[in-house]
Nanobody, 114 residues
Framework: VQVVESGGGLVQPGGSLRLSCVASGFTFSSYAMRWYRQAPGTERELVAYITPNGGSTDYADSVQGRFTISRDNAENTVYLQMNSLKPEDTAIYYC????????WGQGTQVTVSS
């Protein structure tokens, strides 16, 4: 099982970024996927969740209404569209798949700063 994130970068407050996570080594369409983030000195927190068929999603209160998780099962990819970014969104963002156990990518850095 492997998950690989991309799409992070430096963005000004109010800006947008789209993160991608390409998965392999398992039947992607059968598993829920999650995005987490971790800022320096803090615990890793769940940001967004999507069911295997994409029909249901859930978000942390801190990102509700600003972030959108989606997936393309034909491309084995899950996305995180992040709008109206704030400095407090600065963190390393991780893609997660639970396939018998947790699998994590290497993370992608998102920095929101003017």
């Amino acid at each position: 099982v492997q998950v690989v994130e991309s799409g992070g970068g430096l963005v000004q407050p109010g800006g947008s970024l789209r993160l991608s996570c390409v998965a392999s080594g398992f039947t992607f369409s059968s598993y829920a996927m999650r995005w987490y983030r971790q800022a320096p000195g803090t615990e890793r927190e769940l940001v967004a969740y999507i069911t295997p068929n994409g029909g249901s999603t859930d978000y942390a209160d801190s990102v509700q209404g600003r972030f959108t998780i989606s997936r393309d099962n034909a491309e084995n990819t899950v996305y995180l569209q992040m709008n109206s970014l704030k400095p407090e969104d600065t963190a390393i963002y991780y893609c997660n798949a639970f396939v018998m156990r947790d699998y994590w990518g290497q993370g992608t850095q998102v920095t929101v700063s003017s």
